[in-house]
């Protein structure tokens, strides 16, 4: 074998080997920020029904619309792994002809995650109602008014 042959299948191997090395890099930093966005919007997931959960359970014991009622929620801040403390999210409740609500939350190095449930009423007042996360949440009998 040549000296020159040496070097050349030496170089080709190291070459494979860095490529290697780089898939499994571009690999993992994949399955983390899957992981992460997943992770954040199971939160977003639990936000999203426990306010559907309270409203729909109002809604219910409210069936005539006769009582005067007050829904109380904190809304918990989400956690980023990338990021120390709990994080602000987004929380509407949008009143018009497709009522539902929408948590969501710009993540760094990431789309913006967001999380859509579908809310079953015709509402009155078609205003958007907005909070934060970690905001305590006070909807009335008049923001929830349901049309007849």
């Known amino acids: ?83 120390r403390g709990g994080q602000d999210c987004n929380i509407t409740i949008t009143k018009t002809s497709s009522p539902d609500i929408n948590i969501s939350y710009v993540a760094n190095n990431l789309e913006m995650i967001t999380v859509i449930k579908d809310l079953n009423f015709n509402f009155v007042n078609t205003t958007k109602l907005y909070y934060k996360c970690g905001q305590t949440i006070i909807l009335t009998r008049e923001e929830l008014g349901e049309k007849t």
């Open 1 to 83: 074998m040549k000296k020159g042959q040496l070097s050349l299948d030496l170089m080709l191997t190291i070459i494979v080997a860095l490529l290697l090395v780089q898939v499994f890099i571009t690999f993992t930093e994949q399955l983390t920020d899957t992981e992460r966005s997943n992770g954040i919007r199971a939160q977003e997931e639990n936000i999203g029904n426990d306010l559907l959960e309270l409203i729909n359970q109002t809604k219910m014991f409210d069936e005539y619309g006769k009582s005067d009622f007050n829904i109380t929620y904190k809304a918990p801040y989400l956690y980023d792994p990338d990021k």
